[in-house]
């Protein structure tokens, strides 16, 4: 398989891959960017063998099935490729018209993206059918779930087979349509958004509303935390994104988010947030 872009989720998803027993050619825009991408793959994998969950042997014998490459050619073997570049259409339609004509007619082609249309990516290619969405989440070795996105020019065999995929790189997959926001983003950034607002509105403390959420619901992680974790400006843009697609108000970013990421204030990327972190 290949994956394009070897950046937070890139190198995330191709380490999945090789872990999986998968061949893998990631591409990058130069050497610099390639290498920083096999460094975060084998980072990542040292702290599994430091921390028992694989050894040695097995780390050695992931990273050799990676294989680098800045040559969009490099992937004309590829059954399944998965992009993983930034968020912008005009790049991914590019990236897609040129993939689409370099591998093989069998071969399905797959986007990471979080908040673009996954058609309107497909309807730039001369071969839609082999289009889905196949959107990891962060950090993709941690997190089992990937949504598996059909658009209505998805050939079925194509969405079956990028769901079997998923499966067998040891992800828990769902089906959906290519509707913004698909199913997780669609449910948690309106909800996040609430909980921001409601920091003003019942005059609670981020402390506070993140204690009510862990023991009154039991919610792994407390709202502030999350967003903190997700980083404002990201999630700001992911709702940004929502409203312009919806026109719901409550996918739209609450002013005190937009003021934070103004200020710097992202989270623990910055280090301060909602809270203050060590860096
Ligand atoms: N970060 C997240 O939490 C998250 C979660 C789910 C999905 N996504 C989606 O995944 C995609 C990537 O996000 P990211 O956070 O990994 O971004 P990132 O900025 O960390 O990485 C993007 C990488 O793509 C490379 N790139 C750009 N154009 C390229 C091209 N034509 N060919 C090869 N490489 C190219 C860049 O050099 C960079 O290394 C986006 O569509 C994003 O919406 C992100």
């Not at 502030?224 to 997700?230: E, F, G, S, T």
Request: glycine share 8%.
């Amino acid at each position: 398989m290949g994956v394009v872009g070897l950046g937070t989720m890139g190198a995330g998803i191709a380490q999945v891959c090789v872990q999986a027993g998968v061949d893998t050619v990631g591409r990058e825009v130069g050497d610099e960017l390639a290498e920083r991408g096999r460094a975060t793959v084998e980072r990542y994998l040292a702290r599994g063998v430091e921390k028992g969950r694989t050894t040695q042997g097995e780390m050695d014998a992931a990273l050799g099935r990676l294989r680098l490459t800045t040559e969009l050619d490099d992937l004309a073997g590829c059954d399944l490729v998965i992009e993983a570049i930034v968020e912008e259409i005009e790049p991914k339609k590019e990236l897609f018209a040129a993939l689409d004509r370099i591998v093989s007619p069998q071969a399905i082609l797959a986007t990471n993206t979080s908040a673009l249309s996954v058609t309107e990516i497909a309807a730039a290619t001369a071969h839609p059918e082999r289009v889905v969405g196949m959107h990891f989440f962060n950090p993709a070795p941690v997190l089992p779930l990937v949504e598996v996105v059909r658009t209505e020019l998805t050939d079925p065999a194509a969405h079956d087979t990028a769901y079997a995929f998923a499966e067998r790189i040891g992800k828990e997959p769902i089906r959906c349509s290519d509707t913004p926001g698909f199913v997780v983003n669609r449910v948690l950034i309106p909800l996040l958004n609430d909980c921001v607002r409601v920091l003003d509105e019942a005059n609670v403390t981020p402390d506070d509303l993140d204690k009510a959420m862990l023991h009154g619901t039991r919610w792994p992680i407390g709202p502030c935390a999350l967003i903190d974790l997700i980083g404002i400006d990201v999630h700001v843009h992911a709702s940004e994104a929502l409203w312009e697609s919806l026109r719901e108000p409550r996918m739209a970013p609450p002013p005190r988010l937009v003021a934070m990421a103004k200020a710097g204030l992202l989270g623990r990327k910055s280090g301060r947030g909602f809270y203050h972190y060590d860096r």
